[in-house]
C-alpha cells in the first residue's frame, strides 16, 4: 500500500512561488555566464546550470503534488502550474539559447567541455518532450519550440569539437611482476 498525503493549497502556492523566485534567479545567472563567456570563463555557466536544476526539481516536485493530490480542488493552481512551466520553460529555453549563440566558433574550450555540456542536450530534449504532452497542446508558443531545436544545434555543434576529459580507464595495466629467478639467492661464483 502506497501511502499518500493531500497537499493544502497553501503549500502548492508557496511552491508555485518559489519557482517564480527560483527561474528569476536562473534568467539572471543565465544573463551573467552569457557576459562571461565572451572573456572565456565557464564557472558561471555552471551556476546558472546548477540553478536551472533547482528550478526543475522544484516544478517536478510541485507537478507531482498536484497529481497526486486528486479531486478538482487545486484545479485551479493545476492550471497556473502549466502557465507557470510554459512560462518557465520559455525563459531557460531562451537563456540557454543566447548562451550558446555567444560562444564563437574559434573559441577554445576547457579540457572537460564536452562532459560540461552533453548533460544541458539532455536537458533540452527533456523540456522539447515535456512540451509534446497534451494539456501542453495548442499553448506552446513557436518561439520556444524554435529556441529548444535552435539550442539543440548549437550544443551538438559545440559538444562535436569540444575537448573531453582524458579517459584513464583505458590505460595498460601495470605490469605484472616477475618471478625472482632461483638464482638471486646464490653467491656469485668468480
Known sequence: MVWRRDYSRKEVEELLSAIERQATDAVAFGERAQRDISEDRFSSFLTFRKKVEEVRALAALTEERLMGNGGAKLTDLQVEFERIDLLLTGLL??????????????????????????????IVEEMR???????????????????????????????????SLPDFSDAPSLPKPTKRLSNLGRPIRT
Open 93 to 122: 529555453a531562451r537563456s540557454t539559447r543566447n548562451y550558446f549563440a555567444n560562444l564563437r566558433d574559434d573559441q577554445a574550450l576547457p579540457m572537460g567541455a564536452r562532459e560540461l555540456f552533453e548533460p544541458e542536450l539532455k
Open 129 to 163: 518532450a515535456k512540451l509534446e504532452r497534451p494539456q501542453y497542446a495548442g499553448k506552446v508558443s513557436t518561439t520556444v519550440v524554435e529556441d529548444l531545436e535552435a539550442t539543440a544545434s548549437m550544443i551538438r555543434k559545440v559538444i562535436s569539437r569540444a575537448p
